[in-house]
C-alpha cells in the first residue's frame, strides 16, 4: 500500500512540475515575442516601412539562425518532427539546451516578422522540460544495482516527452482538450490507461498554470478569448440540412488547397537543400524576402498576432480574406521549407479561416444563406488535412471558439477534408518530414 502511495505521489509531483515548467516557458515564450514584435512594430511607425520591415527580418534570422547552428541544431524546425524522431528511438537531443535555444530563436524569429507560429516550439519546449524533469525524478528514484533500470528511464522519458509535448501545445492554445488529443494521435498511439490518465493530467495542469501565469498585469497570453463572429443570416447555434453539403464542399475545397500546400513547401524544401546552405545562411535570407514583401501589403499586415486574430475572428471582406490566405499560405511555407524555428499548425489554422471565409462571402452573395460554422470549420479543414489529425484539429478548432455548438459542423468538414486528402496523398506533411529526418540521421 505504501509503496502504491509513494508511485502515485511522484507521478503527482512529476505532472505538476511538468505543468509548472511547460507553462513557465510559454509565458516567457510569449513575452518574448511580444517585446521583440513591439519594437518592431514602433520602428515600423517611425520610419519608412520598406527599410524597417526587411532589415529587421534579416536581422532576427540572422540571430536565430545563429543561435541554431552554433548552439544547438536540433532547435531548426517546428520541432514536431524532433519529437517525433525521439519517440521512435532515434538519439536526438531533448533537454534544457534545446529548450533554451528554441525559445531564444523562435522568439525572435516570430517577432521579427518571420511568419510561423509559436505551437510547434512550444511542443520541442514542453518535451525538452519533461524529459529533463523525468532525468531528475529517475536520479532521485533509480537503484544502481537495478538491472533493467536504463530500459525503465528510457520508457519514463519517452512517456514525460509525449505528454510534455501535448502540455506545449494545450498551454499556447489554451486547449487542454486539444493537447491530450495531439499527444494520443500522433505521438503514444496505443498508449494504456495509465499513460493516457498522465496525459490528460499534465495538459490541464499546463494549462491551469499558464492562465494563473496570464493573470499577472502583463502581456496577454496567446490566442485566447477568441469567440466567432457572426455576419451573416445563420446563427452560430443552428444547424441545418442545407449546411451539411456547404460543410462538405469547403471540406473537400480544404482537402485539395492541403495537398497542393503539402507538395509545395516539399519542393520549396528539395530546392533550398539543393542549396547547401546553413541556417545562419538561409534564415537571413527568409527574413529579408518575408519582409521585404510585408512592406508591400497595408500596414494591418505588420502584425502578424493581429493577423492571426482577424482570420480566426471573422474577415470582414472576401479580397481581404483572400489577400490573407495568399500571403499567409505562402510566406509560411518559404518559411517552413528553410526550417525556421517556429510551427505552420497556427498559421494553418488562419489559411483555413481564410478559406473558409472566403467561402461564407461567395455562398452569401449567390444565396444570400451560409453557415456561420465556415469559418472554425474551414480552420480545422485545412489543419486536419495537413496533418491528419482529426481530433486535434477538431477540438482545438472547438476551444478557441469555446461554443459547443461548432462541434457537428467542424468534424463534418474535418472529415471530409481527410477523406479528400488521403485520395491523393496518403502521408501527412509531417510524415513525409519525418522520414526525410530519418534518411538524414541514419546518412
Given at each position: 500500500m505504501s509503496g502504491r502511495l509513494g508511485r502515485l505521489l511522484r507521478l503527482v509531483l512529476l505532472v505538476n512540475l511538468i505543468g509548472i515548467g511547460v507553462a513557465l516557458a510559454i509565458w516567457l515564450y510569449g513575452q518574448e515575442i511580444a517585446a521583440v514584435n513591439g519594437v518592431r512594430l514602433r520602428l515600423a511607425a517611425l520610419m519608412p516601412r520598406a527599410l524597417v520591415l526587411p532589415v529587421l527580418g534579416l536581422l532576427g534570422g540572422a540571430v536565430a539562425g545563429g543561435l541554431i547552428t552554433y548552439?544547438?541544431?536540433?532547435?531548426?524546425?517546428?520541432?514536431?518532427?524532433?519529437?517525433?524522431?525521439?519517440?521512435?528511438?532515434w538519439p536526438i537531443p531533448m533537454g534544457w539546451r534545446v529548450a533554451i535555444v528554441k525559445l531564444l530563436a523562435s522568439g525572435i524569429a516570430i517577432g521579427s516578422g518571420i511568419p510561423v507560429g509559436p505551437e510547434g516550439p512550444s511542443i520541442q519546449i514542453g518535451a525538452s522540460?519533461?524529459?529533463?524533469?523525468?532525468?531528475?525524478?529517475?536520479?532521485?528514484?533509480?537503484?544502481?544495482?537495478?538491472?533493467?533500470?536504463?530500459?525503465?528511464?528510457?520508457?519514463?522519458?519517452?512517456?514525460?516527452?509525449?505528454?510534455g509535448s501535448g502540455a506545449g501545445l494545450g498551454a499556447v492554445f489554451h486547449a487542454p482538450l486539444g493537447g491530450l488529443a495531439y499527444t494520443l494521435e500522433e505521438l503514444l498511439k496505443r498508449a494504456d490507461g495509465r499513460s493516457n490518465a498522465l496525459a490528460v493530467a499534465a495538459s490541464f495542469a499546463a494549462v491551469a498554470w499558464t492562465r494563473l501565469l496570464a493573470q499577472l498585469p502583463?502581456?496577454?497570453p496567446?490566442?485566447?478569448?477568441?469567440?466567432?463572429i457572426s455576419q451573416y443570416p445563420s446563427g452560430v447555434n443552428e444547424f441545418r440540412l442545407i449546411d451539411g453539403p456547404q460543410l462538405c464542399l469547403l471540406g473537400a475545397l480544404a482537402g485539395l488547397a492541403a495537398v497542393l500546400y503539402q507538395r509545395g513547401i516539399l519542393a520549396l524544401r528539395r530546392r533550398f537543400c539543393r542549396w547547401r546552405l546553413a541556417s545562419w545562411q538561409l534564415l537571413p535570407l527568409v527574413g529579408l524576402a518575408v519582409g521585404a514583401g510585408w512592406s508591400l501589403l497595408p500596414q494591418a499586415f505588420d502584425n502578424p498576432d493581429g493577423l492571426c486574430f482577424d482570420a480566426l475572428l471573422g474577415l470582414d471582406d472576401a479580397p481581404r480574406a483572400l489577400l490573407v490566405l495568399a500571403v499567409q499560405a505562402a510566406a509560411t511555407a518559404v518559411a517552413v521549407a528553410a526550417e525556421a524555428p517556429g510551427g505552420f499548425l497556427a498559421p494553418a489554422l488562419v489559411v483555413g479561416a481564410s478559406l473558409g471565409t472566403l467561402m461564407q462571402q461567395l455562398l452569401v452573395s449567390l444565396f444570400d444563406y451560409a453557415p456561420a460554422s465556415l469559418l472554425f470549420a474551414g480552420a480545422a479543414a485545412f489543419l486536419g488535412a495537413l496533418t491528419r489529425t482529426p481530433l486535434t484539429a477538431i477540438l482545438l478548432s472547438f476551444e478557441l471558439s469555446k461554443n459547443y455548438a461548432l462541434l457537428l459542423p467542424i468534424g463534418f468538414c474535418t472529415l471530409a477534408a481527410i477523406a479528400v486528402a488521403d485520395l491523393f496523398e496518403r502521408q501527412s506533411l509531417f510524415d513525409l518530414l519525418r522520414e526525410e529526418a530519418e534518411r538524414e540521421q541514419a546518412s
Amino acid at each position: 500500500m505504501s509503496g502504491r502511495l509513494g508511485r502515485l505521489l511522484r507521478l503527482v509531483l512529476l505532472v505538476n512540475l511538468i505543468g509548472i515548467g511547460v507553462a513557465l516557458a510559454i509565458w516567457l515564450y510569449g513575452q518574448e515575442i511580444a517585446a521583440v514584435n513591439g519594437v518592431r512594430l514602433r520602428l515600423a511607425a517611425l520610419m519608412p516601412r520598406a527599410l524597417v520591415l526587411p532589415v529587421l527580418g534579416l536581422l532576427g534570422g540572422a540571430v536565430a539562425g545563429g543561435l541554431i547552428t552554433y548552439w544547438e541544431p536540433a532547435a531548426k524546425g517546428s520541432g514536431i518532427v524532433q519529437v517525433m524522431l525521439f519517440m521512435r528511438g532515434w538519439p536526438i537531443p531533448m533537454g534544457w539546451r534545446v529548450a533554451i535555444v528554441k525559445l531564444l530563436a523562435s522568439g525572435i524569429a516570430i517577432g521579427s516578422g518571420i511568419p510561423v507560429g509559436p505551437e510547434g516550439p512550444s511542443i520541442q519546449i514542453g518535451a525538452s522540460i519533461a524529459c529533463e524533469t523525468a532525468r531528475g525524478t529517475a536520479r532521485e528514484t533509480a537503484q544502481a544495482s537495478d538491472p533493467g533500470k536504463h530500459q525503465r528511464q528510457h520508457q519514463h522519458q519517452r512517456l514525460a516527452v509525449a505528454i510534455g509535448s501535448g502540455a506545449g501545445l494545450g498551454a499556447v492554445f489554451h486547449a487542454p482538450l486539444g493537447g491530450l488529443a495531439y499527444t494520443l494521435e500522433e505521438l503514444l498511439k496505443r498508449a494504456d490507461g495509465r499513460s493516457n490518465a498522465l496525459a490528460v493530467a499534465a495538459s490541464f495542469a499546463a494549462v491551469a498554470w499558464t492562465r494563473l501565469l496570464a493573470q499577472l498585469p502583463l502581456v496577454q497570453p496567446l490566442l485566447v478569448n477568441l469567440a466567432p463572429i457572426s455576419q451573416y443570416p445563420s446563427g452560430v447555434n443552428e444547424f441545418r440540412l442545407i449546411d451539411g453539403p456547404q460543410l462538405c464542399l469547403l471540406g473537400a475545397l480544404a482537402g485539395l488547397a492541403a495537398v497542393l500546400y503539402q507538395r509545395g513547401i516539399l519542393a520549396l524544401r528539395r530546392r533550398f537543400c539543393r542549396w547547401r546552405l546553413a541556417s545562419w545562411q538561409l534564415l537571413p535570407l527568409v527574413g529579408l524576402a518575408v519582409g521585404a514583401g510585408w512592406s508591400l501589403l497595408p500596414q494591418a499586415f505588420d502584425n502578424p498576432d493581429g493577423l492571426c486574430f482577424d482570420a480566426l475572428l471573422g474577415l470582414d471582406d472576401a479580397p481581404r480574406a483572400l489577400l490573407v490566405l495568399a500571403v499567409q499560405a505562402a510566406a509560411t511555407a518559404v518559411a517552413v521549407a528553410a526550417e525556421a524555428p517556429g510551427g505552420f499548425l497556427a498559421p494553418a489554422l488562419v489559411v483555413g479561416a481564410s478559406l473558409g471565409t472566403l467561402m461564407q462571402q461567395l455562398l452569401v452573395s449567390l444565396f444570400d444563406y451560409a453557415p456561420a460554422s465556415l469559418l472554425f470549420a474551414g480552420a480545422a479543414a485545412f489543419l486536419g488535412a495537413l496533418t491528419r489529425t482529426p481530433l486535434t484539429a477538431i477540438l482545438l478548432s472547438f476551444e478557441l471558439s469555446k461554443n459547443y455548438a461548432l462541434l457537428l459542423p467542424i468534424g463534418f468538414c474535418t472529415l471530409a477534408a481527410i477523406a479528400v486528402a488521403d485520395l491523393f496523398e496518403r502521408q501527412s506533411l509531417f510524415d513525409l518530414l519525418r522520414e526525410e529526418a530519418e534518411r538524414e540521421q541514419a546518412s
